[in-house]
């Protein structure tokens, strides 16, 4: 018999009991003429407490999506899609807005395939806060780089960033921890400030990703000094790894990609904004134009679907991947790497960083993760510049859907401190016979 429980922390280590003795719990993974090299085998059999404590909080997810589904009463009509202006569209974008509102806790939301990337989503969001004059706080350090241009913190040549349209822009640095610096937070914001914008992953940086409890502190502090000051969340590789997410604690919107955690591994595109209803339909009005809203728009039936059932699944794929990051840090952090987060501490993304120290032992890594990707196993990744990226970036990414990360994928800048951010895997097992290819190329390097 199984107990779930879902209380609020993070992972509750013994929550999730078995009659299954541990050792053919975990062992019967392991029983395939060793799939595993004998470094990963070990640390895979050490982390049961851990992985049951993921399965946990899966079931929970879970339980809140399902729920969400039946309240919108999905049905096999909402799957039919629609052409041209998409207003004969069968109630599918509304159930699946409804049941993406609830599952985070938010007013309203739209999820949409016209969204390009997390990246668009986000903007759309700060779009629709900001305004000629208005200043915009990025509380957590620097933001991603493809936001950059965006902002206007690097030049985008004129092409509507929010420099462009007269909107200021400033920053915290973090504190030495790697945390939010909570004392400059406390007198941080001006007359003028109109946006505070939260970063829940640790993006490029090396940094701790933000728990869901301390961006809800975060907005506690800001709203405390001017209760009009909106709070932007961008949730990307944030979602379904806590039991609560950032709407639930005072987030006024939050943005994401669905070819991320949301997707599931299922959805071939899109994105979406939740939150306040105001602030929703103003995003809504920058993707599409003022007046037109949330009601146009057209997705063909295969979309529709695989939107809902990549939602579905979305608990699921988040917690194999949280799985996959736990295996990746303790394998690296014992071969000598620096790792972020540490082994065994709990996870708030899910992207694991390791610090690699070299352009060459960088590109090993990525070439032996795209050695052992399904799709475009006999290609080679090749270091270059990116749209959006300020750096040369390198990519392993031998996913279904192209630039997919809730699939096992991998990627990082070239430069210092050369680090390569690991995330997604539909199964953590994936990363474990990754690890073993992984492992003999950066010694061939050394």
Same mark, same amino acid.
């Given at each position: ?5 879902? !209380?609020? $922390? ?44 993921? /399965? ?12 969400? #589904? ?9 799957? @039919? ?14 159930? +699946? /807005? ?7 806790? !938010?007013?309203? @939301? ?18 629709? #806060? ?28 004129? +092409? ?54 301390? %961006? =809800? ?37 939050? !943005?994401?990609? +669905?070819?991320?955690? $949301?997707?599931?591994?299922?959805? $071939?595109? =899109? ?27 057209? @997705? ?21 991947? %949280? ?19 540490? $082994?065994?501490?709990?996870?708030? /993304? ?13 590109? @090993? ?12 196993? #006999? ?5 270059? *510049? ?12 031998? *996913? ?45 390097? %050394?």
């Amino acid at each position: 018999m199984l107990v779930l429980s879902c !209380a609020t $922390p993070v992972y509750t280590t013994h929550s999730l009991k078995s009659s299954i003795p541990k050792s053919t719990a975990i062992r019967s993974s392991f029983n395939c003429d060793h799939p595993f090299v004998p470094e990963v085998a070990k640390v895979g059999d050490s982390l049961y407490s851990e992985f049951r404590a993921v /399965d946990n909080l899966v079931a929970c997810n879970s339980s809140r999506v399902l729920k969400a #589904f039946q309240n919108a009463r999905v049905g096999s009509h909402h799957f @039919a899609g629609c052409t041209g202006y998409g207003h004969d569209e069968a109630g599918g974008r509304e159930a +699946l /807005d409804q049941a993406f509102a609830e599952i985070v806790g !938010a007013e309203s @939301a739209i999820v949409r395939s016209q969204f390009f990337s997390g990246t668009h989503a986000i903007t759309c969001a700060l779009f629709a #806060f900001l305004r000629p004059g208005d200043e915009l706080l990025a509380v957590a350090g620097a933001p991603y780089d493809t936001l950059e241009e965006v902002i206007g913190k690097r030049d985008s040549h004129g +092409l509507g960033s929010l420099k462009d349209f007269g909107v200021m822009y400033r920053e915290l640095p973090l504190a030495e921890d790697g945390g939010l610096d909570w004392d400059a937070l406390a007198g941080a914001l001006r007359p003028h400030t109109k946006c505070a914008l939260i970063q829940r992953s640790c993006g490029y940086s090396w940094r701790r990703s933000l728990s869901v409890n301390e %961006i =809800g502190r975060a907005i506690k502090i800001i709203k405390m000094q001017n209760p009009n000051c909106l709070v932007m969340v961008d949730n990307c590789y944030g979602e379904f790894v806590e039991s609560i997410e950032p709407p639930m604690v005072g987030a006024d919107l939050i !943005a994401g990609s +669905l070819i991320k955690n $949301p997707g599931g591994t299922i959805a $071939p595109c =899109g994105g979406y904004v939740a939150g306040r209803k105001q602030w929703v339909d103003a995003a809504a009005a920058r993707l599409s134009a003022p007046g037109l809203g949330v009601d146009c728009g057209s @997705a063909p039936g295969d979309i529709m679907r695989a939107f809902f059932q990549g939602l579905f699944l979305a608990p699921q794929i988040v917690g194999e991947a %949280i799985k996959g990051t736990f295996l990746v840090s303790e394998v690296m952090a014992s071969e000598g790497y620096k790792v972020q987060p540490l $082994p065994r501490v709990p996870r708030h /993304d899910t992207v694991q960083a390791v610090q690699l120290g070299s352009r060459e032992l960088l590109l @090993a890594f990525c070439e032996a993760v795209q050695r052992s990707s399904p799709v475009g196993s #006999f290609t080679k990744p090749v270091a270059g *510049t990116t749209p959006g990226y300020a750096s040369e970036v390198i990519f392993a990414d031998g *996913t279904f859907i192209d630039g997919s990360t809730s699939e096992l994928s991998c990627d990082g800048p070239l430069r210092e401190p050369f680090a390569v951010y690991c995330q997604g895997g539909t199964h953590w097992t994936q990363w474990g016979l990754v690890l073993g290819d992984v492992l003999k190329s950066l010694r061939y390097e %050394i």
